[in-house]
């Protein structure tokens, strides 16, 4: 049973950073795509990073360029999402995510596995 556990959310001052970590469980992800997701009230939630677990290849919504870097740790199971230079507009529930296609997925919908996610609130 796929098993992903957020935690290291929390409220964070504009401009200040925090780093999202995200335990997995319940097989071999060395085939799987790993991201993290996030949905601010009232919004759809959107993909924010991802990586797959061999290659290491990364990928970034444009609004997090530069500020958000995705990483893991193949011997941990651990995947991070450190965030750097917060803004009001990233405050969201963050949620890591599991999807085995060969191909990255940009809908949320397409993935099959999820935490059950971790607030972030950026203050201004």
């Known amino acids: 049973q796929v098993q992903l556990v957020e935690s290291g959310g929390g409220l964070v001052q504009a401009g200040g950073s925090l780093r999202l970590s995200c335990a997995a469980s319940?097989?071999?992800?060395?085939?799987?795509?790993m991201g993290w997701f996030r949905q601010a009230p009232g919004q759809e939630r959107e993909i924010v990073a991802a990586?797959?677990?061999?290659?290491?290849?990364?990928y970034y919504a444009d609004s997090v360029k530069g500020r958000f870097t995705i990483s893991r740790d193949n011997a941990k199971n651990m995947v991070y999402l450190q965030m750097n230079s917060l803004k009001p507009e990233d405050t969201a529930v963050y949620y890591c995510?599991?999807?085995?296609?060969?191909?990255?997925?940009?809908?949320?919908?397409?993935?099959?596995?999820w935490g059950q996610g971790t607030q972030v609130t950026v203050s201004s």
């Open positions: 990586t797959h677990w061999s290659t290491g290849s990364t």
């Open positions: 995510a599991a999807d085995p296609r060969l191909v990255l997925q940009m809908v949320p919908t397409l993935w099959d596995y």
């Open positions: 319940g097989r071999t992800f060395s085939r799987y795509y």
